[in-house]
């Protein structure tokens, strides 16, 4: 299981474009790359994911170098109600394979 | 991806007795589910993987007749809590695998008092 690392904190004010980066340097070759955001007292929610180079979605994007050794989560103006918790996760995108979640970024959006 | 249930949201019980959970995937037959534990502040862990028809996978220091998992049908995985203790309050999330990773429950807030 590819390991992931990223910043355990990060601060952020309203309208500002927040980008979450982590690093996964033994990420497999069929291995996908997850992020969930959580909020306190609920489970994780599905962001976007994506295999190599750039993703969007309505909420977020997604950079994946040609490495694939790390991706970064770009939130585009944030929002108070962005504060919550992200996870990197890297697994196989599917066949029942477990997911191990790292400790997180915390991010928190002032006014 | 899949659309999952879970019940109840939060529950408080006496020391010593059983609490079951349960996490339904309600649109997506799921062979495979994951039953996480969160304490505060702190990542999901991992506890065990429950495989429909079989046995459950449990992590290495999960114990596995503290923690009951039954995975009947394609549809419904369950959790029991059996002789709960003050330590076990914690935060317990499960997970389906759909078609575009993976879905969590809501997950339930167990206290035991």
């Known amino acids: 299981l590819a390991k992931t690392t990223q910043p355990i904190s990060m601060d952020s004010y309203e309208g500002q474009e927040v980008n979450i980066t982590c690093s996964h340097n033994n990420i497999a070759t069929n291995d996908y790359i997850t992020w969930y955001q959580q909020f306190p007292s609920q489970g994780p929610r599905f962001i976007i994911q994506?295999?190599?180079t750039k993703v969007t979605n309505e909420v977020a994007s997604l950079f994946i170098p040609a490495d694939r050794k790390s991706s970064t989560l770009s939130l585009p103006r944030v929002s108070l109600s962005d504060t919550a918790v992200y996870y990197c996760?890297?697994?196989?995108?599917?066949?029942?394979?477990?997911?191990?979640f790292g400790a997180g970024t915390r991010l928190f959006v002032k006014a | 991806g899949a659309v999952v249930s879970q019940h109840p949201s939060r529950v408080i019980c006496k020391s010593g007795t059983s609490v079951k959970i349960e996490c339904r995937s309600l649109?997506?037959?799921?062979?495979?589910m994951f039953w996480y534990r969160q304490f505060p502040k702190q990542s999901l862990m991992l506890m065990a993987t429950?495989?429909?028809?079989?046995?459950?996978?449990?992590e290495q220091g999960v114990e596995k007749d503290k923690f009951l998992i039954n995975h009947a049908s394609l549809t419904l995985s369950t959790l029991t809590v059996t002789s709960a203790h003050p330590e076990d309050s914690s935060f317990y999330i499960c997970?389906?695998?759909?078609?575009?990773?993976?879905?969590f429950g809501s997950g339930t807030r167990l206290t035991v008092v």
């Open positions: 994506g295999y190599k």
């Open positions: 429950s495989n429909e028809g079989s046995k459950a996978t449990y």
């Open positions: 649109d997506f037959q799921a062979t495979t």
């Open positions: 997970s389906v695998e759909g078609s575009y990773g993976y879905t």
């Open positions: 996760l890297v697994a196989l995108n599917t066949g029942g394979f477990k997911t191990i």
